[in-house]
């Protein structure tokens, strides 16, 4: 064989972009990846098209008014971001917080765990084909965000959990309906396990595919459900309770790699899946025992906190988020730094998914769960 | 191997051992200031020995001291086996660069880009050492305090703060 002849068969890479408008990277995410033939070399994760400045805005913006910012960051759990920011604030205040907002605000964030792993779990099938399961999930998300709206007003982006307090009490029926909607959600877990869980073709998909091994997964920084599916059991919840979750009965979900090897995409499916079952049992007890007060009570006049520095952690339904915060001893944060968690998770894309086809890259990225807003900030 | 929970007067007794003029630590913060000189190997060592084995890194924080000179990072750290926690602070200059630790924890990478991006801190031997969220042919770094926003972007108008928002 000539020379020429050997420079025509040999394999060139070719480099392909995806996104950032592609309905299978979940925002505006630019994927430059390296392939060879349909297996793939590299991926370069391209982001900040979603960039809005969020810290830099958060340095001319009093402590109070940045929690509607916190919103926008994870724009499908942002309980939980309203949550955490208001944390790490009350810690830096070092202020005690009324036990029944404590209530109100582990219902709020499990419900929202739920409605967020709802919309994780039904694009996730999408992402392989199963078009049925996103219309249930959105179907039974929506009923979470009635009942947000019923406390709120808000369906998506509340403004709800303020540094002290909440910003409404619960609204009259709000206990009635969530456990209306837990007696009707409870059963519907077995209709997704029987839809989509044991469907042939979605093993086939996920299985033994985008393996994250335990000693990577921590390397890389990656939390959260897409941790727990490598079997370790990680949860801020458990590990570290802040609020009140010691004070509840419930399990933390590890993938033990029942249709493949453990850490693939159907364990980090499958731990969300009995992630909402565990939800289910918090709510079920915090609803119970719901003490009576006044929500706003705590809520300072002037928040100024002392010169300091905190690093709060909390775990969202992406992992775990974290808010650096330097005080000045000004109304305004000197410095407010947010870890999120799908940043972090997205780092170890490129990591996991060396090796696999083309087909497998959009599995991947469906189950690490990734949401732009919180990337970009 | 050792399971004990560390607190951060102990954790400094360890490192000072092999390091003594190269960190520093008052008693009552919360944090050791490392120099950054020899950064990569006190970063080697805290994530190797037996008693340490900070094996996560959670955050790298970039924040400017305010005096047009220095900036400064805080990395937070997490022993998943023994449960340690650990905030190192680095401060650095305008020109100095600090040893990169992308190589220990695959978490360094994108957040020592971030730092870059930001604040303009330097990272030597770095593996895909360029800005993370704004566009490459951004002028300065947005997050220094004496940033000045530029009028214009590629001929586009780039709003002043606060100019739109009552």
């Given amino acids: ?377 | 191997m050792d399971n004990t929970k560390l607190d951060i007067n102990q954790i400094f007794e360890i490192i000072k051992v092999d390091f003594s003029e190269l960190i520093d630590f008052t008693e009552g913060d919360n944090f050791i200031l490392v120099s950054h000189t020899k950064w990569y190997e006190i970063a080697k060592f805290i994530k190797n020995d037996s008693r340490l084995l900070f094996d996560y890194l959670m955050c790298i924080t970039s924040y400017d001291k305010e005096d047009k000179i220095t900036y400064g990072l805080a990395f937070n750290f997490k022993s998943t086996i023994n449960h340690s926690y650990l905030e190192i602070r680095i401060e650095v200059c305008d020109e100095d660069s600090v040893p990169s630790v992308t190589d220990l924890w695959g978490s360094a990478n994108w957040h020592e880009r971030g730092a870059f991006d930001m604040m303009g801190i330097k990272f030597e031997n770095h593996p895909n050492f360029k800005r993370i969220l704004l566009p490459d042919d951004w002028p300065g770094y947005p997050l220094r305090k004496d940033f000045e926003t530029p009028e214009y972007y590629r001929g586009m108008l780039v709003p002043k703060d606060k100019t739109y928002w009552e």
């Fill in chain 1, 1 to 377: 064989m000539s020379n020429q002849d050997k420079s025509i068969i040999k394999a060139e890479e070719m480099v392909l972009n995806m996104g950032p408008q592609h309905p299978s990277t979940h925002g505006v995410l630019r994927l430059k990846i390296h392939t060879d033939g349909e297996v793939v070399s590299k991926i370069e994760p391209i982001m900040g098209y979603l960039h809005r400045c969020f810290e830099k805005h958060c340095e001319n913006l009093s402590y109070e008014q940045i929690v509607p910012y916190t919103d926008r960051c994870d724009y499908l759990a942002s309980m939980h971001m309203n949550h955490s920011y208001a944390i790490a604030v009350e810690k830096l205040l070092e202020i005690e917080i009324p036990e029944r907002v404590e209530y109100i605000r582990i219902i709020v964030a499990e419900l929202q765990r739920i409605a967020s792993h709802l919309v994780a779990i039904g694009a996730f099938g999408l992402d392989v084909g199963a078009i049925t399961p996103f219309t249930w999930a959105l179907r039974d998300r929506e009923r979470i965000l009635d009942l947000f709206e019923m406390l709120c007003g808000a369906r998506l982006l509340y403004n709800y959990i303020w540094p002290g307090g909440v910003s409404h009490d619960l609204a009259p029926k709000f206990v009635h309906h969530t456990n209306e909607f837990l007696d009707y959600f409870e059963p519907m877990i077995k209709e997704y396990d029987q839809i989509l869980s044991g469907n042939i073709i979605f093993v086939e998909r996920t299985a033994d595919v985008g393996i994250i091994t335990p000693e990577v997964g921590i390397n890389f920084g990656v939390t959260g459900p897409s941790l727990r599916g490598s079997g370790i059991p990680h949860d801020l919840r458990k590990d570290e309770p802040y609020s009140i979750y010691d004070k509840f009965d419930f399990d933390v979900p590890v993938g033990k790699g029942m249709m493949g090897s453990v850490g693939d995409c159907w364990d980090r499916y499958w731990v969300r899946m009995r992630e909402m079952e565990e939800s289910i049992k918090i709510l079920r007890q915090a609803l119970g025992r719901i003490p009576s007060g006044d929500v706003h009570s705590a809520i300072p006049k002037k928040v100024r906190p002392s010169k300091g520095e905190i690093y709060s952690r909390y775990e969202t339904a992406r992992g775990d988020v974290g808010f650096y915060i330097r005080s000045g001893g000004k109304n305004i944060p000197q410095r407010l730094k947010m870890r999120s968690p799908a940043f972090c998770n997205l780092s170890v894309f490129s990591e996991i998914s060396e090796g696999w086809m083309m087909s497998d890259v959009i599995t991947i990225l469906g189950s690490l769960d990734i949401v732009l807003g919180e990337i970009d900030r």
